[in-house]
T-cell receptor, first 112, second 113 residues
């Protein structure tokens, strides 16, 4: 049972474009939603995270949008760059657990 | 320089052999984890440990074993009972309080032929 559904599985964007990755969850107990970025052959690293008390969080070119009623959250990468080419994972955690439930990942390719 | 180290980066084994993957952290984290990554499958939890001398099975523990004798170390043994052991293995650690951020190691790519 996949508790966090991530889409699309792969995404190709031109340099300067906007990359959008979506995640949906079912467990209403989730209250922390991080995004991880993984470059080929490396381990994932935390990119940005949000709690459901805010609808949006922005860090540089990266923005998380959160829709609590729809149980959805998304990552927007503005002005996408070839260096953003990586696999992105969304995740969700509930207050009583520190073990994330990960989405299956999105492979992003940004063409120069 | 704090972080998580995994060794080796690449590992090759013959079918039927057990193999142990190393994971060490100097972040003073209580919790440590092992994940398996296959294309299109995301990160699947194999085992996790909250404190020394204690560990729990994750979603895909069959064919794997772990130990947690020291806070800094959480080795994973891939046994001959694991049907499809070829994969990219990631170790992670986290503080049990605060942000819940997971810190990942660089991974070990295991190939079994």
């Amino acid at each position: 049972q996949q508790q966090v559904k991530q889409s699309p599985q792969s995404l190709i964007v031109q340099k300067g474009g906007i990359s959008i990755i979506n995640c949906a969850y079912e467990n209403t107990a989730f209250d922390y939603f991080p995004w991880y970025q993984q470059f080929p052959g490396k381990g994932p690293a935390l990119l940005i995270a949000i709690r459901p008390d805010v609808s949006e969080k922005k860090e540089g070119r990266f923005t998380i949008s959160f829709n609590k009623s729809a149980k959805q959250f998304s990552l927007h990468i503005m002005d996408s760059q070839p260096g953003d080419s990586a696999t992105y994972f969304c995740a969700a955690l509930s207050g009583g657990s520190y073990i994330p439930t990960f989405g299956r990942g999105t492979s992003l390719i940004v063409h120069p | 320089d704090g972080g998580i180290t995994q060794s080796p980066k690449y590992l090759f084994r013959k079918e039927g052999q057990n193999v142990t993957l190393s994971c060490e952290q100097n972040l003073n984290h209580d919790a440590m984890y092992w994940y398996r990554q296959d294309p299109g499958q995301g990160l699947r939890l194999i085992y996790y440990s909250q404190i020394v001398n204690d560990f729990q099975k994750g979603d895909i523990a069959e064919g794997y074993s772990v130990s947690r004798e020291k806070k800094e170390s959480f080795p994973l043994t891939v046994t001959s009972a694991q049907k499809n052991p070829t994969a990219f293995y990631l170790c992670a650690s986290s503080d049990r309080t605060g942000s819940h951020e997971q810190y990942f190691g660089p991974g070990t790519r295991l190939t079994v032929t």
